[in-house]
């Protein structure tokens, strides 16, 4: 692990008694190699480390040759642990999912058959955090106090408890009917949801100071602080009918319509513990107040097609399709409500000039509430997808596809920042509130890809896929999976669209699995004997991936006193005419050209784009060696070697991304794409499997 934290000089420079408790959050301790007059870059090692156990237990039972029933169970039970920032915290999420399913099979006749299931899955979460920063009182209420300070040095984590535990309840039922030419399936999905959480059980504050000079005379320029709060119960219901039909119009000629309603009611608080924040209310509505309206037409159409043109030979197979999905948002999304009944509060530099730690809410003019709010105008987001494939049989076995893929997503998930101060009165719409933030379902996003494959299944003890991908995902806010990003500037949320945060732009991926020809039934040794046995039964594969690299967006720390609306969230610099942001000799400790940044002028808007960087791309190999061993007619052993990142490559994170951190810091990369256990992008792992299988 590799942080930047303040050298000895920096520390006995601190010599106000209010601050020199934060100095504790910024470890001094390990490998320290100076980097200028006040940083040292700390190296200490980590450790990753992943226990998991699961199990599962399936009954089938078939009571008539009409009717049949299975019931599941998984169970699963896993901790992590692993570092939390690059100062020393350690993330530690323990998590227990269970999943329980029945499904009732019953053949009305040979033309109809229906099925029934239902299930339950819970996840039960319990994760602690436990950074750096030091407890404080100082401002009267309980929790630890973070201090973030503009500059060479990095940001340290608050102590946590997120304690989420979420239940789904669901029962489906599918209709089957063949009819002539036509495959008609109908049908009903009901889920309940259920979420028991609280994501602030530790109560915490953030200091923000602009550069190590404010730090040293204690000018802050802003501080935001969230209470205990206790655990919330959030309740919603989804309710999703469906019809659709598979018409096979000729026997080289199959079309699929279809059209399904979905309905996700408005999420309210089991005890009814919410605070819905609304402009129209002058902040806190009335109790009882809902979220948002609920909304009643997600329909979405479903069109398919296949087509084997050619006569007898169709070796070619034509395929379209259309789609409309929606989207009722993650569930934790909708906690705001409950989490605004909390205490929480914000004040910067643009409320209240000359602010100095320790803050109390009771100095300030204003209580300057910062809740967390959500659009009552919100209505569920959706993705429109369509897609057209060419696929063809080649000579040698292998199958070659050639396809289009492309969707586009409105009303999607968002971030806002609301309550911001009006640039031509100087005021914030709510005056007794300070800055807050609003989610909202405002964002857009379009995708296109082609895709190439080629593909082999096993055929003479060889078998050979790869696959081939071009693409470019655009968006102004996230892109549909609960993502999201903070605008920097509210009033212009189009300006911000650009790659997405996950646009890769080209990805290939190739895998082999080679059985090796010898032992019994194989083309060499095949009758058998003491060296057929040991050469025998060997199989070969192996995994070679690559990707271009990911969006990174250049960012500056701004004063909230230098903005017109006060919101210094996700500010991005200018760029200086002519410069190139990457340096001629890139490297990982020279990403980016700092020369090609400046600083915005007051009261504007840095020009840089979103998005902009990219970091840098990977490459993967992974291998096995697997030997399948007969001991009797039912009795057999699996051996099995695996190696991932067999060449125990680099495969390097994004760099620093902050212009204010500074020469040496900023476009520095000091991580790994993936510091895990396990998964694409860490370092070389080996392991040995042996199963008895009967």
Not at 274 to 283: F, I
Not at 515 to 523: I, S
Request: hydrophobic content about 35%; charged content about 20%; overall charge negative.
């Amino acid at each position: 692990m590799i942080g930047f934290v303040p050298n000895a000089a920096f520390r006995a420079s601190v010599t106000n008694p209010t601050l020199t408790p934060f100095l504790a959050q910024w470890p001094d301790k390990g490998q320290l190699v100076p980097l200028d007059d006040i940083t040292n870059q700390w190296i200490s090692p980590q450790s990753n480390n992943i226990r998991e156990d699961s199990a599962m237990a399936r009954l089938d039972h078939t009571f008539t040759d009409k009717t049949s029933i299975f019931a599941r169970a998984n169970f699963d039970d896993a901790t992590t642990t692993e570092p939390l920032d690059t100062l020393g915290g350690v993330d530690e999420p323990r998590i227990r999912p269970t999943n329980y399913v029945v499904q009732l099979t019953h053949a009305f006749s040979p033309t109809i058959v229906n099925e029934l299931r239902g299930g339950v899955n819970r996840s039960a979460l319990h994760h602690y955090q436990n950074g750096t920063c030091p407890p404080s009182t100082a401002n009267g209420l309980p929790g630890t106090i973070c201090a973030d300070v503009s500059g060479p040095f990095d940001s340290p984590s608050d102590s946590q408890l997120d304690e989420e535990v979420g239940t789904t309840i669901d029962g489906y039922d599918d209709l089957t009917i063949v009819s002539g030419r036509h495959t008609i399936k109908m049908g009903i999905g009901v889920e309940r949801h259920r979420l028991n959480n609280s994501d602030e059980i530790i109560g915490n504050g953030d200091l923000s100071y602009d550069s190590t000079d404010d730090f040293l005379n204690n000018v802050v320029d802003s501080y935001s602080y969230v209470g205990p709060l206790t655990l919330g119960g959030e309740r919603r219901t989804y309710i999703m009918p469906y019809v659709e039909d598979t018409f096979k119009i000729r026997p080289n000629l199959t079309l699929n319509y279809g059209l399904r309603w979905e309905h996700y009611t408005v999420l309210k608080e089991a005890f009814g513990r919410q605070a819905v924040v609304k402009v129209s209310c002058g902040g806190f509505c009335p109790p009882g107040t809902p979220l948002y309206s609920p909304y009643y037409k997600d329909f979405a159409p479903r069109l398919g097609l296949a087509w084997a043109p050619g006569g007898n030979a169709r070796k070619t197979v034509i395929r379209a399709g259309f789609g409309m999905y929606f989207s009722p948002n993650q569930m934790d999304d909708f906690t705001d409500g409950h989490e605004s009944t909390s205490q929480r509060f914000a004040v910067s530099s643009a409320d209240v000039p000359g602010l100095a730690w320790p803050i109390s809410q009771s100095d300030l003019p204003a209580p300057l509430y910062s809740p967390k709010a959500w659009d009552p105008n919100r209505k569920d987001g959706y993705f429109e997808n369509w897609d057209f494939t060419v696929e063809r049989m080649l000579p040698g076995n292998f199958i070659g596809q050639i396809a289009y893929d492309g969707s586009q997503g409105h009303r999607l998930f968002g971030r806002l920042q609301a309550n911001l101060i009006n640039p031509l009165t100087g005021l914030r719409p709510i005056p007794t509130f300070g800055q807050y933030g609003e989610k909202a379902n405002i964002g857009n996003s379009n995708f296109h890809s082609l895709q190439v494959s080629l593909k082999r299944q096993m055929t003479g003890g060889w078998l050979w896929e790869t696959q081939y991908m071009w693409s470019h995902g655009l968006a102004d806010q996230g892109f549909g999976a609960g993502d999201s990003t903070t605008n920097e500037n509210m009033a212009c949320l189009r300006c911000d669209y650009s790659s997405t945060d996950i646009d890769v732009r080209q990805s290939l991926s190739v895998n082999s699995v080679y059985e090796l020809p010898f032992g019994p039934g194989k083309r060499f040794l095949s009758n058998g004997g003491a060296v057929g046995k040991v050469l025998g039964g060997w199989q070969l594969s192996g995994i070679a991936s690559a990707s271009t690299g990911r969006p990174i967006n250049i960012l500056v720390d701004r004063s909230s006193s230098d903005m017109l609306d006060g919101n210094k969230k996700n500010q991005r610099p200018d760029l200086v005419p002519g410069m190139s942001i990457c340096p001629a000799n890139q490297t990982i400790n020279n990403w980016f050209n700092i020369a090609a940044f400046a600083e915005p002028a007051q009261d504007t808007w840095g020009n840089l784009g979103r998005n902009i960087g990219r970091g840098p791309g990977y490459y993967e190999i992974d291998t096995a060696l697997q030997k399948d061993i007969t001991l009797t007619e039912r009795l057999g052993l699996q051996f099995r070697a695996e190696a991932f990142n067999l060449f125990n490559h680099p495969i390097y994170g994004d760099p620093d991304s902050d212009v204010s951190d500074g020469p040496g810091v900023f476009g520095v990369i000091t991580s790994q794409l993936n510091s895990g256990a396990t998964g694409i992008g860490s370092s070389r792992r080996i392991q040995f499997m042996l199963r008895l299988e009967f």
